[in-house]
């Protein structure tokens, strides 16, 4: 084998290696408050969705469509209702963010799955008049 070829094979060899190495990344455990598709769902889908929040997002507020709504796989559903000063929603508990929808352009939507604990939630739309909704969350 000349040089040439033997040097294509190794590059070749490493970059399979660090392909497998790459798609291998730690995936969200089961502590991890956004629920997950099961292995056998179709492309999109979500592990029992449970209960389903519309958030409509506009330059004066994020409003939902629910604001206590009960514990488990939750939902939101977040349309921005033509809101050019407000493209994202969190959803945050005690200060830290459970999670969010972001880059939501005028007439655009999106969606996140959350496993809610009961307690008190905060719906935040930086940008917004008023950039916090609060959601209450129910033990059953």
Not at 15 to 20: C, E, P, R, Y
Not at 31 to 39: I, K, L, N
Not at 89 to 114: H, I, Y
Request: proline residues 10%; aromatic residues 2%.
């Amino acid at each position: 084998m000349s040089l040439r070829p033997r040097a294509l094979l190794v590059t070749f060899g490493t970059g399979v290696l660090i392909l497998a190495a790459c798609t291998s990344a730690a995936t969200p455990g089961p502590t991890s408050p956004v629920a997950s598709a099961p292995a056998d769902a179709p492309a999109g889908a979500s592990a029992s969705p449970g209960i389903v929040i519309t958030v409509t997002l506009t330059n004066a507020a994020c409003t939902p469509d629910e604001s206590t709504v009960p514990a488990g796989p939750t939902t939101f559903k977040v349309v921005n209702d033509g809101a050019d000063k407000v493209s994202e929603l969190e959803l945050s508990r005690a200060g830290q963010t459970v999670a969010e929808k972001e880059d939501l352009a005028p007439e655009m939507s999106g969606s996140f799955v959350v496993d809610l604990s009961p307690g008190e939630y905060t719906l935040e739309c930086p940008g917004a008049t008023t950039d916090e909704t609060p959601l209450h969350v129910t033990s059953g």
